[in-house]
């Protein structure tokens, strides 16, 4: 949000106050410093060289920053988009990758143009939940590399740190917990003399800048086929992870997004990401939290530092980022995962009053992500898992009672609940007319129309006649349009 001056002007949140201007850049730096083994990381799970991933970290933030719909949240180089695009480029090359990137970023326009981030309001809260869960895990178990067979000073270091950022923010705010604790470690790591894992040993970091250019690929319709699926895949998973983590910052920091303007934007910010070289990305919730939870930055300025910050520390000063020790980075997204996870959700109260089926989606969801490492796979496990619960719910709502010659349908009739209104009806003992009165139902699918031809037939075939009564409007088109023309086959 902004404050308007007249219609001239329109003043930028971070310069409401200096404070604002230091929560946003110190935000920026922590996020930026986060960024960087991350990459590397995602880089080597994408088989290509560490600086295609902190390039796209870099050119995946800042051009979020201008044109995605929620502010402070960061996007850049992911693990789900590594996943997609391994093959492709261990396959055929890093220019096949930038290709697949760069459509992958069409596409996503495309999809946001169509309205695909109005489909967010059917992820229920359990499915919600469990998607924050299962990130807080996959965060966490992310970290387990790092501590093991590693030297012993590793393990107090990482306490030490996790110490600071737990302890210090009760009583200093002014700095960021997590850059604190990234400075003293760093400094008693090279002040001491000491011997443990750092930045510089998770790979290379570049010394020059991102280039622009075309993927070096033939323009042809093989080509096109080839980058295609993996195109989609990219467009898919990034949307999905990126309007999920909107909606989570949403809820942290208690305002609305735009989910179409985040949708076409993470596309422009993917094919800006193929002209540089990038492995393409989406939003990262690991970082967006640090920024948004533990360094309270709001607006996009933070987004944008993240990746000014992340280039200068890999370009300029590599060689000082890479002494910088992995314990103080493992300490921070330690907490992140700690702080991200609702704990509320398994507490043994709500677990007593929440529903059975609402458990089961949740725990689906966690299930489907861990097993996958993958979260758009667990969002659709548990969408789909929260559909089925919802259909057989909904089902027990339909009944039929019998009052003289009259049969009272109550309840929503769809494909679940409609598949046993047929065997309610005593078909050989009622009268030659029987009245089905509708008034307090609602017909949503074919298959409820099909069920009422049907328990019509049934009554024809013993010479018998049926009359329905009390169709809402929507339901006697839906039943005028498609009765007698669904069950030809009988």
Known sequence: MSKTVGARWSRPDWLASPRVLRTEILAGLVVALALIPEAISFSILANVDPKVGLFASFTMAVTIAICGGRPAMISAATGAIALVVAPLAKEHGLGYLTAAVVLGGVFQIVLALLGVARLMRFIPRSVMVGFVNALAILIFTAQLPHLIDVPWLVYPLVAVALAIMFLLPRYFTAIPAPLIAIVLLTAFVLIAHVTVPNVGDEGTLPDSLPIFGIPSVPFTLDTLTLIAPYALGIA?????????????????????????????????????????????????????????????????????????????????????????????????????????????????????????????????????????????????????????????????????????????????????????LVHQFDYAGDPDHVVIDMSAAHIWDASSVAALDAITHKYRSRGKNVEIIGLNEASAGFHANLAGKLNAGH
Request: hydrophobic share 55%.
């Open 236 to 420: 898919l998973v990034g949307l999905m992870e990126s309007l999920m983590t909107a909606k989570l910052v949403d809820d942290v920091t208690d305002t609305r997004s735009d989910k179409t303007r985040e949708s076409w934007g993470q596309g422009v910010a993917n094919i800006v990401t193929g002209f540089f070289g990038g492995m393409g990305g989406c939003a990262m919730i690991g970082q967006t939290m640090i920024n948004v939870k533990t360094s309270g930055a709001r607006t996009r300025l933070s987004t944008f530092l993240a990746g000014v910050f992340l280039l200068i520390l890999v370009v300029v000063l590599g060689d000082v980022v890479a002494l910088i020790p992995m314990a103080a980075l493992v300490a921070v997204m330690i907490i992140v995962s700690v702080g991200t996870f609702d704990w509320h959700s398994i507490a043994p109260a709500t677990l007593k009053r929440m529903p059975a089926g609402e458990i089961a989606v949740m725990v689906i969801t966690v299930a489907g992500t861990l097993v996958t490492h993958n979260l758009a796979v667990g969002v659709v496990l548990g969408v789909l898992a929260a559909m089925v619960v919802f259909a057989r719910r909904v089902a027990h709502f339909t009944e039929v009672t019998k009052i003289k010659d009259t049969y009272v349908v109550r309840g929503e009739l769809f494909f679940a609940s409609s598949n046993d």
